[in-house]
DNA sequence: TCTCTCTCATTCATTTTTGTATATCAGATA
DNA sequence: TATCTGATATACAAAAATGAATGAGAGAGA
């Protein structure tokens, strides 16, 4: 006996409508029409034995048997997305599409030029970029290259340590002129200072360093390191951020330079699949380069 | 501009004619026929720009192109199995298909008699089990639940410890009968052993444990460890085993109980996203339960 | 050499899938 | 209340995919 498998067709289906919220919208999504769509839907809830959506004249609310499925579905998707960049990338030369996942402060701030630079040489070369402090699985093929804070583990990635892009606590000059300069560490339980709303694997890691920094209340809270950025660009107050970013602005002022410098290990990582591929190479090979000269300055 | 997207179903014949060698076989495997894989094919052609197949009379002869893009192809399929066994386990109760992956030994000797206990109990549950001792990847979907003797690094998953399963030399009566007792373990030098074909992680464990294996020459090699103990119940020579197993068999005898005897770390894996859905559960307690319990005997 | 069997390619009828048009329902808004 | 906009469901026609049949080439074996 052999099961009949549904058409992966209805996977994707399936993963839109979920997205969507409605027949309509997938249809749109997809080029297709709402009919079909529906269709889809009924065919899977046929084969699989379960109602997947309850239907409302809001669009489809998707029940629990729906929800159960719908990371897999979503991994298809990823999957289906390498195979494509796979594919357009094929038969030599450094073209096609790369999808690189960074974090949002790196993707803002620092990869642009690199990648600016990188598309003049290889015209042919489409660049994705994914922004998330949220650490994307290579694994799962969400991206094709990461730039990452954390020693990957797996043995199927390669990975190139670029060093530690040094931390340093900042204040804009106007927010000092007002506020006065801290003398010592102490002086900063009485400063307006920028910290991150929920716990993370890096605020621990900066908390073990300055156990200090436990004491200090936050006047402003962000878990995005741009918005924390931001904030010690508009003068909010004395936050941490990359100190080769804060060199760019001269009303910029880093203080407590030696007693304060946090080192931030970071890594190219690929999947090892990848290595040959001309575009992947090429890509990867330009942040190691370029992130490697970027924290030489 | 929006990029047509080939059908998923293409994606799953192309995989089909890679595995079979040719189109009328990829047509019978999917229940479909010649003519209708080859314009798949043809398709997927047409989109992403490339030959993938060689037609002969033969069969299709994959370009360079086609196996570049098999891994992601099959890692697509492993994807689309696990949605469908997500889906046939719906719906509250233990009922679907589990994946279990497991290494020869363990899956041939010890867990026959926990799973069919596992079935009795519930009747519903439909087990596959695929046994290799390359670790098969659980985030790619090839199982559910894997019997591992490495611990896992990957945070998303459930791992539960066993211990270790004692491993201990051993021969049969009848070797011994007809080659003598070694009195110490440099006479092993002298016997016949049994032992590994190629170099891997485990092997090098023992190495470090016991150099003296360093300088035996096999005069039976085998890598799978079922063939190594096929050979220790043959009276073949003196081999490495799990001691539980050959203690089912009287004729088997330990050889330097006290000086030989090396723990096998045993794990239970599990996908996180797999712990609340109840067939993956009581599979996973039933393993972790049976397992605990033969290496307690 | 002939035949048998495997393969892929092509043609045409059939089946299936899809799209168009329309009906219906629910909510927001004038 | 009337209307407009979003949604799903349904009927029927159009389009597309599929299957059946056939042709042709390449080996294997008698």
């Known amino acids: 006996m052999r099961e009949i498998e ?23 999504e997809l080029g297709l029409t709402q009919p079909t769509i529906g269709r889809h839907i009924d065919a899977l ?33 990823s999957n289906a997305a390498a195979l494509l960049r796979a594919a357009t990338g094929l038969g030599g030369g450094v073209r096609g599409t790369v999808r690189i996942s960074a974090s ?22 489409v660049i994705e970029l994914s922004l998330s402090d949220a650490v994307e699985d290579l694994m799962r093929r969400e991206a094709d290259i990461a730039v990452r804070m954390v ?9 190139r340590r670029i060093g530690g892009i040094p931390l340093g606590l900042h204040a804009h000059r106007r927010y000092l002129d007002k506020h006065g300069f801290p003398d010592t560490l102490e002086d900063l339980l009485h400063h307006r200072t920028i ?8 605020v621990r890691a900066i908390r073990k360093r300055v156990p200090l920094i436990e004491l ?17 660009r508009a003068g909010s107050g004395i936050g941490v951020c990359q100190v080769a970013l804060a060199r760019r602005d001269p009303d910029i002022v880093r203080l407590f330079k030696t007693e304060f410098e946090l080192p931030l290990e970071t890594f190219v990582v690929m999947h090892e ?3 040959t591929t001309p575009r992947c190479r090429a890509t990867f090979d330009a942040l190691v380069e370029g992130l490697l000269a970027y924290i030489g300055t």
Do not use: C
Request: hydrophobic letters at 45%.
């Open 6 to 28: 549904p058409s992966w067709d209805f996977y994707r289906t399936f993963l839109t409508v979920l997205q969507e919220g409605s027949l309509s919208a997938a249809a749109r």
């Open 45 to 77: 809830e046929g084969v699989i034995g379960f109602q997947l959506f309850i239907r409302s004249p809001q669009g489809l609310i998707p029940t629990e048997a729906a929800t159960d499925l719908k990371p897999h579905a979503e991994q298809l998707a």
């Open 104 to 125: 949002e402060v790196i993707g803002i701030e620092v990869l642009p030029p690199l990648l600016a630079a990188l598309n003049d040489r290889y015209p042919d070369l």
């Open 151 to 159: 020693a990957p583990e797996q043995d199927a990635l390669i990975t």
């Open 195 to 202: 910290g991150f709303d929920r716990e993370s694997a890096f």
């Open 216 to 232: 200090m209340r936050p006047s402003f809270r962000a878990d995005s390191n741009l918005a924390q950025l931001a904030a010690i």
């Open 273 to 275: 699949n990848l290595k």
